[in-house]
């Protein structure tokens, strides 16, 4: 079953919040699955990830279900180790690296 990732703003969302869409997914297709949600408190998103029959199915029983959106995109998911470059950033010295600096493009 495909998957997709939905993008919400969520204003003011503190962190360690409910991040998925709260509330009834409306659908006479019942095979849709929230997957994982992930808050990014400073952007005031949330990216969502369904498993859903189609991205039409899905946008209805979120839109049924009162839920907002920015937009909704196909996507394919991975395990560990299947970002190779981020595996190799992630195993850098920390000394090799300003306390705090963002890892950015997968090279710190």
């Known amino acids: 079953m495909p998957t997709y990732l939905v993008e919400r703003y969520v204003p003011g969302a503190p962190a360690g919040s409910a991040t998925r869409p709260q509330g009834r997914m409306v659908t006479e297709d019942h095979r849709i699955r929230h ?8 952007d005031e998103i949330s990216l969502c990830l ?14 049924e279900g009162g839920h ?9 998911v991975g395990g560990p180790g299947d970002c190779g470059g981020a595996a190799a950033a992630a195993e ?10 963002p890892i950015q493009g997968g090279v710190p």
């Open 92 to 101: 850098r010295p920390a000394e090799a690296r300003t306390a705090g600096e």
């Open 35 to 42: 997957v994982q949600s992930t808050l990014i408190p400073a």
């Open 50 to 63: 369904f498993e859903a029959p189609s991205r039409p199915v899905l946008e209805r029983a979120l839109v």
């Open 68 to 76: 907002s959106f920015v937009r909704i995109v196909e996507a394919l």
